[in-house]
């Protein structure tokens, strides 16, 4: 069965205090992708793994980073989280040898900063 | 600037109804387009995907078309369920591969009432 799981599904947080997302996937696939998704807004891609240890920021970077250990892992931190990273977080995988780069997403993480 | 437009930004049908959903882009190159059906609090899972000049898809009671040089694709849906109330978003990809960008419309949101 293929998927991608996301823990935790809901979370709060203070401003200032650290956060810890963590993505998995059941499927072997070499790409791993981080977005953000606020109301009225596309998708917007924060960074991409293209496997373990090899990542590259994506169009809004700033105030994220990544961490990618093992191939079905993939981590996204907030160091010191700010009230305008409140967000619904999705992650998402894709094969290099997948349907037109068909990516297999998450249930997203919902994230409040106060 | 949004790179990808969809209208309407929401749309209320009754049960049984069939309703178009429009998606415009400015993306170069345009690869392929997918279709993603987002429920409420869920992830994206894609629906079909374009890829040729004029392509046609068919999934059921979904069938989608795509304009190449106009740059336009719309989504039918015939028949309506109340399952089918969900968020739909056009996705255009630059490349045919996971090392293509993907650039995400902002969604219509269809609500089927009975």
């Known amino acids: 069965d293929m998927k991608v799981t996301q823990m935790p599904r809901y979370l709060i947080k203070r401003m200032g205090e650290n956060v810890l997302l963590e993505c998995g996937q059941d499927?072997?696939?070499?790409?791993m992708y981080w977005y953000r998704q606020d109301p009225g807004l596309g998708l917007q891609l924060i960074y991409i793994?293209?496997?373990?240890?090899?990542?590259s920021e994506g169009d809004i970077p700033k105030g994220y980073r990544v961490s990618r250990k093992k191939r079905e892992h993939f981590s996204l931190i907030l160091d010191s989280a700010k009230t305008n990273q409140t967000s619904v977080y999705f992650c998402?995988?894709?094969?290099?040898?997948?349907?037109?780069?068909?990516?297999?997403f998450g249930p997203g993480t919902r994230l409040t900063v106060l | 600037k949004t790179q990808v437009e969809q209208s309407p930004q929401s749309l209320v049908v009754r049960q049984g109804e069939n309703c178009v959903l429009q998606c415009n882009y400015s993306v170069t190159p345009d690869n392929h387009l997918r279709w993603f059906k987002q429920d409420t609090g869920k992830g994206l899972v894609s629906l079909t995907v374009l890829v040729h000049e004029n392509d046609k898809t068919s999934n059921g009671r979904y069938s989608a078309t795509l304009d190449k040089d106009a740059k336009h694709s719309t989504l039918h849906i015939t028949a309506t369920l109340l399952d089918d109330t969900a968020t739909y978003i056009c996705?255009?990809?630059?490349?045919?591969?996971?090392?293509?960008?993907?650039?995400f419309g902002a969604g219509t949101q269809l609500i089927v009432i009975p």
């Open positions: 499927m072997s696939h070499e790409t």
């Open positions: 793994s293209y496997d373990v240890d090899s990542n």
């Open positions: 996705v255009v990809g630059d490349r045919g591969s996971a090392l293509g960008r993907l650039h």
């Open positions: 998402a995988s894709s094969s290099r040898t997948g349907n037109y780069a068909e990516q297999f």
